[in-house]
């Protein structure tokens, strides 16, 4: 790999984990997610300082090529990420339609108690 490419890629990928703690410190992101994405952008950094860690990690699990094993890689750890956003939607679906629910009941409740002023006031 070209050490121009390299350069670029670890001060945009430093660019990333800088824009991602700046999100952090303005309360833009949560921290337990942040932290996946500043792992990630470690990770990208090491596997761009260490070429040759990519093609000793794939030849020690098998892979053929280097950029597979990357490929391969980025999917694995995109799964997680995925399978907690998924987690997380659904838990808030949940609250949003229990919210919706206990307010249709307070709505309720206080057009009743209206109804019963308004007949007491007659």
Same mark, same amino acid.
């Given at each position: #790999?070209?050490?121009?490419?390299?350069?670029?890629?670890?001060?945009?990928?430093?660019?990333?984990?800088?824009?991602?703690?700046?999100?952090?410190?303005?309360?833009?992101?949560?921290?337990?997610?942040?932290?996946?994405?500043?792992?990630?952008?470690?990770?990208?950094?090491?596997?761009?300082?260490?070429?040759?860690?990519?093609?000793?990690?794939?030849?020690?699990?098998?892979?053929?090529?280097?950029?597979? #094993?990357?490929?391969?890689?980025?999917?694995?750890? #995109?799964?997680?990420?995925?399978?907690?956003?998924?987690?997380?939607?659904?838990?808030?679906?949940?609250?949003?339609?229990?919210?919706?629910?206990? #307010?249709?009941?307070?709505?309720?409740?206080?057009?009743?108690?209206?109804?019963?002023?308004?007949?007491?006031?007659?």
């Amino acid at each position: #790999m070209n050490i121009r490419i390299q350069i670029l890629i670890v001060v945009i990928t430093l660019l990333a984990m800088f824009y991602v703690i700046n999100k952090i410190r303005n309360k833009g992101i949560e921290l337990k997610y942040s932290l996946v994405w500043l792992a990630l952008g470690t990770g990208i950094i090491i596997f761009t300082c260490f070429p040759k860690l990519t093609t000793w990690l794939a030849h020690v699990l098998g892979i053929s090529q280097p950029m597979n #094993m990357l490929f391969f890689a980025g999917f694995c750890f #995109m799964l997680p990420i995925i399978f907690s956003l998924s987690v997380s939607v659904s838990r808030l679906s949940n609250k949003v339609k229990r919210l919706t629910q206990e #307010m249709a009941l307070l709505e309720e409740q206080k057009r009743k108690a209206e109804e019963e002023s308004e007949e007491l006031q007659k």
